[in-house]
């Protein structure tokens, strides 16, 4: 249909619009509530990245544009011919004019508008210049030296997100996951080892939990991990999540004890032998480093994280992560 190239291990849940030689590159996920992502002509998502749409925050990506590899997009606008470094992460709202540059890791805050011909870095992000003559060179090079857009072609998929599967629990060292018969987990993920998963949880696509010789994983009632995101731990230690925790799309969660009702933004990572107190917040692409410890409430940001305030009332679930399609 119109040259689209989706890869087998990539993963499309829900309604898109794709316009024609749209690329969707090894281990992406792309998921849209209610009709929610556009993603236009000769535009490609590169490797194990995640693109989410929202009723209240769709995504709308034009033409010729390229995400690196591990990418994050979560209810952005994004034009044509902009060229985003890997890692990098869009929040929700955040506006891209056309034929920008993003430097690797770049973290474009929540409401942002970025002008077009931006050169833009930083976490948050900055505009360090406008394009000069050389990288609008380098642009039209990446696209064989064509930069003319052609009118959109839109191609409708749809896709559900499947049934809950049991097959993808694999055995360790003779210790089989112990998961809820009311867990959902996606065909895409993988759990192994000493893993123990409580009632009502979901296991989304990509995501990897491994329960290895190094310890136990336990994971409470009603926690959502999201697409892509890593699970594991050191040895002689343990990776305890509370009920109703929600860990955003392309995560690291590594040995570490979070507090119940927290939330993960997308991007961050989380050391061994820290503590995150319970209703919690640790911001898109921060870091805790290991011993860390944050008292219930607290919310947390930056490279590495840092308590920058305190949550008044209870947190509640983020309109990206997982619900009914």
Request: net charge negative.
């Amino acid at each position: 249909m119109n040259n689209i190239r989706i890869d087998d291990s990539s993963k499309v849940i829900g309604k898109v619009r794709f316009g024609k030689d749209a690329y969707i590159a090894q281990g992406t996920i792309i998921r849209s509530h209610n009709d929610s992502v556009t993603i236009g002509n000769s535009s490609w998502v590169l490797e194990n990245s995640v693109l989410i749409g929202t009723e209240q925050n769709p995504i709308k990506v034009g033409s010729k544009t390229v995400f690196g590899h591990k990418t994050v997009a979560i209810g952005a606008e994004i034009g044509d011919l902009c060229e985003i470094g890997n890692n990098t992460i869009f929040l929700p709202g955040s506006k891209i004019g056309n034929m920008c540059i993003f430097g690797e890791g770049t973290i474009v805050a929540k409401g942002m508008v970025i002008p077009s011909n931006s050169v833009v870095v930083g976490r948050p992000a900055r505009v360090i210049r406008t394009l000069n003559d050389e990288d609008k060179k380098m642009i039209k090079k990446m696209r064989d030296n064509n930069i003319l857009l052609d009118e959109f072609v839109e191609n409708i998929f749809q896709y559900e997100r499947g049934e809950s599967t049991m097959t993808n629990l694999y055995e360790f060292n003779g210790k089989l996951p112990e998961v809820d018969d009311s867990v959902y987990i996606d065909n895409q993920a993988e759990i192994t080892g000493d893993v123990v998963i409580g009632a009502n949880s979901y296991i989304a696509s990509g995501v990897r939990i491994i329960g290895n010789s190094h310890g136990p994983i336990k994971i409470g009632d009603n926690v959502i991990i999201l697409e892509n995101s890593v699970l594991h731990l050191l040895p002689d230690n343990e990776l305890i999540i509370h009920d109703n925790v929600t860990i955003g799309p392309n995560s690291t969660i590594h040995g570490t004890i979070i507090g119940s009702n927290s939330i993960v933004e997308a991007g961050s990572i989380v050391c061994d032998y820290s503590i995150i107190g319970k209703n919690s917040l640790i911001k898109a692409g921060s870091l805790v480093k290991q011993r860390d410890e944050f008292e219930e409430n607290n919310i947390i940001e930056g490279f590495p994280g840092k308590s920058i305030g305190k949550n008044e009332g209870q947190l509640g679930k983020p309109n990206w992560a997982i619900r009914k399609l």
